[in-house]
């Protein structure tokens, strides 16, 4: 079983930036994909990114590609996604996610992510 616990998102400004965490315990975190996704109002869950277990292998949506950043520490357990010149349209709760295996190809939807976190709340204002 892995634990999910993310933090860092607030009330910013556009063009602000970010850093959220995510922390994991328990066993296998650093041996999967872990992935990032979010969630706004009305609409469903959408990738973010992801990074496999040796950092070697990221993905992001076109969307952000070039303004976040997805990276993990696997001796402290966590996985960080920077997140600059943020827009109104990242307004959404960020969630974490881990996947129970490694592997350097996309892992794009929800199904192939087997722990989540509780979320945490990024709000952009204009």
């Known amino acids: 079983q892995v634990q999910l616990v993310e933090s860092g998102g607030e009330l910013v400004q556009a063009g602000d930036s970010l850093r959220l965490s995510c922390a994991a315990s328990?066993?296998?975190?650093?041996?999967?994909?872990m992935g990032w996704f979010r969630q706004a109002p009305g609409k469903e869950r959408e990738f973010v990114t992801s990074?496999?277990?040796?950092?070697?292998?990221?993905y992001y949506t076109e969307s952000v590609k070039g303004r976040f950043a997805i990276s993990r520490d696997n001796a402290k357990n966590t996985v960080y996604l920077q997140m600059n010149s943020l827009k109104p349209e990242d307004t959404a709760v960020y969630y974490c996610?881990?996947?129970?295996?490694?592997?350097?190809?996309?892992?794009?939807?929800?199904?192939?992510?087997?722990?989540w976190g509780q979320g945490t709340q990024v709000t952009v204002s204009s």
């Open positions: 996610a881990a996947a129970n295996y490694d592997t350097g190809v996309l892992l794009s939807r929800p199904s192939m992510y087997a722990y």
């Open positions: 328990g066993r296998t975190f650093s041996s999967g994909v």
């Open positions: 990074i496999n277990w040796s950092g070697r292998n990221t």
